[in-house]
């Protein structure tokens, strides 16, 4: 079995700053990809950024230049720096990681979020 913990959601003013945590824990062997989404009320959850063990990074489009991912596998962690935010950028953030467990079982699992709000 497999947890995933977010950290650092919270409320921040227009061009302001957050820095998002998620810590796995339980049984694993590796860590495949990690990755963050996000889902505003009345949308639908979407990638925001992702970064695999080879070290291949994604943005979407509306993040570029102002989000970045980082990882840190001894510490099976994965980070969201966030800048410049917008109000647009409100929304529930959510840790996804494909993990290798100890019984040699890939498994996909996420964080039960944190809520991030960009307003004035």
């Known amino acids: 079995q497999v947890q995933l913990v977010e950290s650092g959601g919270g409320l921040v003013q227009p061009g302001g700053s957050l820095r998002l945590s998620c810590a796995a824990s339980?049984?694993?062997?590796?860590?495949?990809?990690m990755a963050w989404h996000r889902q505003a009320p009345g949308k639908e959850r979407e990638l925001v950024a992702s970064?695999?063990?080879?070290?291949?990074?994604n943005y979407a489009d509306s993040v570029k230049g102002r989000f970045a991912i980082s990882r840190d596998n001894a510490k099976n962690t994965v980070n969201l720096h966030m800048d410049s935010l917008k109000p647009e950028d409100t929304a529930v953030y959510y840790c996804?990681?494909?993990?290798?467990?100890?019984?040699?079982?890939?498994?996909?699992?996420w964080g039960k979020g944190t809520l991030c709000t960009v307003s004035s």
């Open positions: 339980g049984n694993i062997l590796s860590i495949n990809d």
């Open positions: 996804k990681m494909v993990v290798t467990t100890t019984n040699l079982l890939q498994i996909q699992s």
């Open positions: 970064i695999s063990s080879n070290g291949r990074i």
